[in-house]
């Protein structure tokens, strides 16, 4: 639901909006982001790892992540012009002040939203997530229709940060005390300091403050729209599986051959979504765009591509990350992401000047060379090989393989369909041919977890 509702208010954005109001956006946004990434949100993570906590705990985390957001908040206000100067974008100085409000918002945040992690009761993240996404859904797209233009993409995502943070302390029923502890938080620091600077890479835009300055709004508005596309197809696999997998397998963290069994299956079924999910739209993506978009963003396609690549890997790596932080190796995640920004930085430093696809391409081959460091580490909390490893993505690479194979050959088979029936037909080939060859091919894996689902969990991992 919140994908969808994500979508549509996305779509409808790029309808109204340009190129360059999307980057004015997501140049306000990355600064923000530097705010929300320096922040010790994370230590909400450690709440949830832990394998047991005091109410000082959660009281010495909440104070401290609000009153971080309050002073942070309070610096955007009072330096908002001189950011402005300095990335150049007059606009910045009146959008920061109103985003900035996330910050406090999220960072208070923070506790109760463990603490619905930590109990894993699921269906109040959904309630939570799905009711936020609405009301700013609605939002966004009543002051689009206005003609209030960036300002409702502006005010969509800060009713969304205060909405999630109503919510979590409504239907947790948490309430803060005051037993703030120096030593509660040194209990969680070790973990806490690192899952922050995870979090501090995993959030920090600064891909989206270098464009903004270097390249220029319009440069950086066709790059936030491809990665926001991404970002939405992402938040399908990693929407269900991120909180979902890092507190299960915390919770069997001490049996290992239950944490490699419950491990092994979350991977599968990110890959099951995530490679045929984005091989498709980069198969269709061509003539997608300018069927359903304006030509005004054809300039993105390749972005788009490239992006899908990419999300094969991330949706994988997110099922990674919570086996390596669930096993207390957090610190192992942060060099990885950190070796993963700063070259990135790097990439985009060199290769923008070039133009999107020459940088585009660079980044996707620096992604790829990456990422076999974090298969290595999962394959040695896992016992295995990389090898071994690996051999567990075979079937829904194989499946993925011959549905792209059915998806390019079906305009050939029907040369004279128009392109608003040829697309649907190839997304419907696409869905049936895969579905069938998995099935085919993992009829065993799939009982399993159909198995554990129709049981509501119940079974043994």
Same mark, same amino acid.
């Given at each position: 639901?919140?994908?969808?509702?994500?979508?549509?208010?996305?779509?409808i954005s790029a309808y109204f909006l340009s190129p360059?109001?999307?980057?004015?956006?997501?140049?306000?946004?990355?600064?923000?982001? /530097?705010? /929300?990434?320096?922040?010790?949100?994370?230590?909400?993570?450690?709440?949830? +790892?832990? +394998?047991?906590?005091?109410?000082?705990?959660?009281?010495?985390?909440?104070?401290?992540?609000?009153?971080?957001?309050?002073?942070?908040?309070?610096?955007?206000?009072?330096?908002?012009?001189?950011?402005?100067?300095?990335?150049?974008?007059?606009?910045?100085?009146?959008?920061?002040?109103?985003?900035?409000?996330?910050?406090?918002?999220?960072?208070?945040?923070?506790?109760?939203? %463990?603490?619905?992690?930590?109990?894993?009761?699921?269906?109040?993240?959904?309630?939570?997530?799905?009711?936020?996404?609405?009301? %700013?859904?609605?939002?966004?797209?009543?002051?689009?229709?206005?003609?209030?233009?960036?300002?409702?993409?502006?005010?969509?995502?800060?009713?969304?940060?205060?909405?999630?943070?109503?919510?979590?302390?409504?239907?947790?029923?948490?309430?803060?005390? &005051?037993?703030?502890?120096?030593?509660?938080?040194?209990?969680?620091?070790?973990?806490?300091?690192?899952?922050?600077?995870?979090?501090?890479?995993?959030?920090?835009?600064?891909?989206?403050?270098?464009?903004?300055?270097?390249?220029?709004?319009?440069?950086?508005? $066709?790059?936030?729209?491809?990665? &926001? $596309?991404?970002?939405?197809?992402?938040?399908?696999?990693?929407?269900?599986?991120?909180?979902?997998?890092?507190?299960?397998?915390?919770?069997?963290?001490?049996?290992?051959?239950?944490?490699?069994?419950?491990?092994?299956?979350?991977?599968?079924?990110?890959?099951?979504?995530?490679?045929?999910?984005?091989?498709?739209?980069?198969?269709?993506?061509?003539?997608?765009?300018?069927?359903?978009?304006?030509?005004?963003?054809?300039?993105?396609?390749?972005? /788009? *591509?490239?992006?899908?690549?990419?999300?094969i890997f991330v949706c994988v790596g997110i099922v +990674?990350?919570?086996?390596?932080?669930?096993?207390?190796?957090?610190?192992?995640?942060?060099?990885?992401?950190?070796? =993963?920004?700063?070259?990135?930085?790097?990439?985009? $430093?060199?290769?923008?000047?070039?133009?999107?696809?020459?940088?585009?391409?660079?980044?996707?081959?620096?992604?790829?060379?990456?990422?076999?460091? %974090?298969?290595?580490?999962?394959?040695?909390?896992?016992?295995?090989?990389?090898?071994?490893?690996?051999?567990?993505? *075979?079937?829904?690479?194989?499946?993925?393989?011959?549905?792209?194979?059915?998806?390019?050959?079906?305009?050939?088979?029907?040369?004279? $369909?128009?392109?608003?029936?040829?697309?649907?037909? =190839?997304?419907?080939?696409?869905? /049936?041919?895969?579905?069938?060859?998995?099935?085919?091919?993992? &009829?065993?894996?799939?009982?399993?977890?159909?198995?554990?689902?129709? %049981?509501?969990? *119940?079974?043994?991992?």
């Open positions: 639901l919140p994908t969808l509702s994500a979508a549509i208010v996305f779509f360059s109001d999307f980057g004015l956006v997501g140049l306000t946004a990355g600064i923000v982001s /530097i705010a /929300i990434a320096f922040s010790p949100l994370a230590f909400g993570e450690a709440l949830v +790892q832990r +394998q047991e906590i005091t109410k000082s705990h959660a009281d010495s985390v909440f104070w401290l992540t609000a009153g971080f957001g309050m002073v942070l908040f309070a610096i955007f206000v009072v330096s908002a012009s001189y950011i402005a100067n300095f990335v150049g974008q007059p606009e910045i100085a009146f959008l920061l002040p109103v985003l900035a409000l996330k910050v406090p918002l999220e960072l208070m945040a923070a506790v109760p939203n %463990s603490m619905i992690v930590r109990s894993m009761r699921f269906k109040l993240i959904a309630l939570r997530t799905s009711v936020a996404t609405i009301v %700013s859904g609605v939002i966004s797209v009543a002051m689009l229709m206005a003609g209030y233009g960036y300002w409702a993409l502006v005010i969509s995502q800060v009713s969304a940060s205060l909405v999630i943070c109503v919510m979590a302390f409504w239907v947790t029923g948490w309430r803060p005390g &005051r037993s703030f502890s120096v030593a509660g938080i040194r209990d969680l620091a070790r973990y806490g300091v690192f899952a922050s600077g995870d979090r501090m890479l995993s959030t920090l835009k600064i891909d989206h403050i270098l464009l903004g300055a270097l390249a220029g709004p319009n440069f950086l508005g $066709l790059y936030y729209f491809a990665q &926001r $596309l991404y970002g939405l197809l992402t938040g399908l696999v990693s929407g269900a599986l991120s909180s979902v997998t890092h507190a299960l397998l915390s919770t069997l963290q001490d049996d290992k051959e239950k944490t490699r069994q419950a491990f092994l299956m979350a991977s599968f079924a990110s890959a099951s979504f995530s490679m045929p999910m984005f091989a498709g739209l980069a198969l269709v993506v061509d003539d997608l765009l300018p069927l359903i978009l304006a030509p005004k963003w054809i300039p993105a396609t390749y972005a /788009i *591509k490239a992006f899908c690549l990419n999300g +990674q990350a919570a086996l390596i932080k669930s096993q207390g190796r957090v610190n192992w995640w942060f060099y990885y992401q950190l070796a =993963q920004i700063v070259s990135t930085v790097a990439v985009i $430093l060199a290769t923008y000047r070039f133009g999107m696809t020459t940088m585009m391409t660079v980044l996707v081959i620096k992604f790829v060379i990456l990422w076999p460091v %974090s298969a290595i580490m999962t394959a040695r909390l896992l016992g295995e090989s990389l090898g071994q490893y690996l051999i567990h993505f *075979k079937n829904p690479l194989i499946a993925t393989s011959v549905m792209s194979l059915a998806v390019v050959a079906s305009p050939a088979l029907f040369p004279t $369909l128009d392109l608003k029936i040829m697309i649907p037909l =190839q997304i419907l080939t696409g869905v /049936i041919v895969f579905g069938s060859t998995l099935l085919a091919i993992s &009829r065993k894996r799939i009982g399993s977890i159909l198995h554990i689902l129709k %049981s509501k969990g *119940k079974v043994s991992v």
